[in-house]
């Protein structure tokens, strides 16, 4: 009998693992007419060579995208040409098929321009009167970044951005009576910058009231009135607890060596209300 010895051959087939290309740069900086631009993409995962592309919108008037010597990379760079907000999708396809895709917004802002805070000071207050503030910036370009440089605010009131950030709210309700010295910062989003201080005396209680008094309103279904108060005839705040019968107001919480604006509303019996009167400006001494 005759035994055949029979040679098993195991082949193993080795398969690299897929790992899912992805974009690991998050966001690229805002740029200025007439000023060169740089900015970098990065890819990862996956394998190489990349394939880029910009999948929808447009790079900035001015500037380029093209891919560096080992794919990694997609490198926008120019000088832009035109001021805009710029939004576009870059797409990247790594070599076993894994595409990742992310959108991205830049700011191109004109030579020259630069953000600048316009408020030049601010309301002084009282103890345990509420208070509130505004701070204001224009040019260059948002979203803006504010900052309290130096100095403190008085002991009470705290600063938040708007929605839109092109200003500084202070409110709150002073706790302590003392004169408040700080700076406050604001940056662009180009990284332009503009500082201003101010000043703020807080008093220990009203010593000054303003009266106020407007003609009535003709409309027969009028049921009362509210009256606003301002720092700077922009920002507006209701003053009254409730709604007002009568066409006289006594504002007692005004602080000493303050400018206020002042204005009143109607308000009819379904609870709508009018617009404002025209401003008047009151001077505390």
């Known amino acids: 009998m005759k035994f055949f010895l029979l040679a098993l051959l195991l082949v193993v087939c080795v398969s690299p693992v897929a790992y899912g290309v992805t974009i690991s740069t998050p966001s690229v900086p805002n740029g200025t007419v007439k000023t060169p631009y740089s900015a970098v993409i990065i890819a990862k995962n996956g394998c190489s060579p990349y394939k880029w592309a910009i999948l929808s919108g447009a790079l900035p008037a001015g500037v380029t995208a093209k891919l560096s010597s080992t794919t990694w990379s997609l490198n926008l760079t120019g000088t832009p040409t035109a001021a805009a907000t710029y939004n576009f999708t870059v797409k990247v396809t790594g070599c076993g098929g894994g595409v990742a895709q992310l959108s991205y917004r830049v700011v191109i802002q004109a030579a020259g321009s630069s953000v600048s805070i316009t408020t030049t000071s601010v309301p002084n207050g009282t103890v345990k009167t509420p208070y509130s503030g505004v701070i204001q910036a224009n040019g260059g370009c948002t979203p803006y970044q504010w900052t309290i440089a ?94 007002l019968g009568a066409t006289l107001y006594s504002d007692a919480t005004v602080a000493n060596h303050t400018t206020y604006y002042y204005a009143a509303t109607a308000v009819d019996t379904t609870g709508r209300e009018s617009n404002k009167t025209a401003a008047v400006k009151a001077i505390v001494p």
């Open 150 to 243: 130096s100095g403190a605010l008085p002991a009470g009131v705290s600063a938040k951005a708007s929605s839109t950030t092109t200003s500084l709210n202070l409110a709150g309700t002073p706790t302590t009576a003392a004169t408040y010295n700080f700076a406050v910062k604001v940056t662009a989003c180009s990284g332009g910058v503009s500082q201003r201080s101010y000043n703020v005396v807080v008093q220990g209680g009203a010593n000054h009231v303003v009266e106020l008094s407007w003609n009535a309103s003709t409309s027969s279904n009028v049921v009362g009135y509210n009256v606003y108060r301002s720092p700077d005839a922009a920002t507006w705040k209701k003053i009254n607890v409730s709604v």
